[in-house]
């Protein structure tokens, strides 16, 4: 079993839309969480970070934790087809950890 | 990009050939990464370094060797490439421990 775990989609929603996208993880000792967003043909990059539990937001992005039950989440509001994208969760024991653990990354589609 | 740049952007070989991808970063970061992104793994930790002539290994270390003789630059070399090393590569870097890891835009590399 892999330690985090990511639908890989394909999914695809209709513009306007609120999305959700989520990751299990099955080791506690995760504390740092990240969601990155990477388009076609370039490398990730971090959209939001969250530390242990608890919602964090930033503007029409919403990063959420529940640790007793190992799941995260990120909800895109509004959602604009430059949303459209592989979005990826990642997660360490702390902020300073040399090795992250990836998911798979979900594809997202938001179709005007 | 965050100033990073890897060569080639493409490249095809054969089995049993050696291959060296390189990273070149502007930002005189201390830290440097090699990923490898693969259908089904997400992004997978190959190597790393916290300094000029300091690495470790990462997860998926087998078969990659690595060299930091500058700060600036952080190459990869496949010694004798395998079909199973096909992937996309892609080099990280970040200023501190606790500073957000930035991604160049990926080495396409098929072996045949």
């Known amino acids: 079993q892999k330690e985090v775990e990511q639908d890989p989609g394909p999914l695809s929603v209709p513009e306007g839309a609120i999305v959700s996208l989520n990751c299990t993880y099955s080791?506690?000792?995760?504390?740092?969480f990240m969601w990155y967003r990477q388009y076609s043909r370039k490398g990730p990059e971090l959209l939001m970070y969250?530390?242990?539990?608890g919602n964090k937001e930033d503007g029409r992005f919403t990063a959420q934790v529940d640790k007793s039950s190992k799941y995260i989440s990120l909800f895109i509001r509004d959602s604009q087809p430059s949303d459209s994208a592989t979005y990826l969760c990642?997660?360490?024991?702390?902020?300073?950890?040399?090795?992250?653990?990836f998911g798979q990354g979900t594809r997202l589609t938001i179709n005007p | 990009d965050a100033g990073i740049t890897q060569s080639p952007r493409h490249k095809v070989t054969e089995t049993g050939t050696p291959v060296t991808l390189r990273c070149h970063q502007t930002?005189?970061?201390?830290?440097m990464y090699w990923y490898r992104q693969d259908p089904g793994h997400g992004l997978r930790l190959i190597h790393y370094?916290?300094?000029?002539?300091?690495?470790d290994k990462g997860e998926v270390s087998d078969g990659y060797s690595v060299s930091r003789s500058k700060t600036e630059d952080f190459l990869l070399t496949l010694e004798s490439a395998t079909s199973s090393q096909t992937s996309v590569y892609f080099c990280?870097?970040?200023?501190?421990?606790?500073?957000?890891?930035?991604f160049g835009n990926g080495t396409r590399l098929t072996v045949t």
């Open positions: 990280a870097i970040r200023a501190g421990r606790n500073s957000p890891l930035h």
């Open positions: 080791n506690s000792a995760f504390q740092y």
């Open positions: 930002e005189n970061h201390r830290y």
């Open positions: 370094s916290y300094g000029v002539k300091d690495t």
């Open positions: 969250t530390y242990s539990s």
């Open positions: 990642a997660m360490s024991p702390y902020q300073g950890a040399q090795k992250l653990v």
